[in-house]
């Protein structure tokens, strides 16, 4: 089974720093890929990044990055500069190659909470 | 630009009641899904389809049902709704590009309907 851990349930963060949102999952599947999601109080989810399995390199989109380490099976995502924008939940998710009809599984997710 | 529409953000319900949460997107997606979102647990999944008159069990698909006779529109009906059932009730969509080495197929979400059960 698969299952993903977000062990931060909330956070602040300095406008202009940088935050690091941990993200750990578990599968025995060799062939999966992590994305992440952000939804702000409007409740709609917006994809941020996405991470294969195989890829060598580790995933970045502007202001978001994703610190992959396989071994440790986690997948942080690492927001630079931080907006008040970027106040928001955010979600950690996996698929997995057998998984049926592209489902994703979501951690419990990270409020994110930026000051001015 | 890509759209899943929710026919309601906020709906409030009697124990009881059958209540219908409608879902439409127009991007002629394959797959679509129904997650309800609680605080602490994340998005957890009831159901999915991969085509029409498809569907599969998620993870908590007790007291759901779902129906898809279009490709377009997927409903989650709630039998009896009680109030255990008060969440908030995300739809998705996404393509099913037929490739078994693809795991990078996002989904695409609705706004999600907060559902209060009384």
């Known amino acids: 089974a698969q299952k993903i851990t977000q062990t931060q349930p909330g956070m602040f963060v300095q406008e202009k720093e940088a935050v690091t949102l941990d993200c750990t999952y578990d599968?025995?599947?060799?062939?999966?890929?992590l994305f992440w999601y952000k939804q702000p109080s409007s409740g709609e989810m917006i994809f941020l990044i996405y991470q294969g399995s195989y890829d060598q390199q580790n995933a970045t989109e502007g202001r978001y990055s994703l610190n992959f380490q396989k071994a440790r099976k986690s997948a942080n995502l690492v927001i630079s500069a931080s907006q008040l924008g970027d106040s928001a939940m955010y979600f950690c998710a996996m698929r997995s190659l057998k998984a049926a009809g592209n489902k994703l599984t979501f951690g419990g997710g990270t409020r994110v909470l930026v000051k001015p | 630009d890509v759209k899943v529409t929710q026919s309601s953000r906020y709906l409030v319900k009697r124990t009881g009641e059958k209540v219908f949460l409608e879902c439409v997107q127009d991007m002629d997606h394959e797959n679509m899904f129904w997650y309800r979102q609680d605080p602490g647990l994340g998005l957890r999944l009831i159901y999915f389809s991969y085509d029409v008159k498809m569907k599969e069990k998620g993870d908590i698909p007790e007291g759901y049902s779902v129906s898809r006779e279009k490709k377009e529109r997927f409903s989650l009906i709630l039998e009896s709704a009680s109030t255990n059932q008060t969440s908030m009730y995300l739809c998705a969509s996404s393509l099913n590009r037929g490739n078994p080495k693809s795991t990078n197929e996002k989904l695409f979400f609705g706004s999600g309907t907060q559902l209060s059960v009384l």
């Open positions: 599968t025995s599947d060799p062939s999966y890929g």
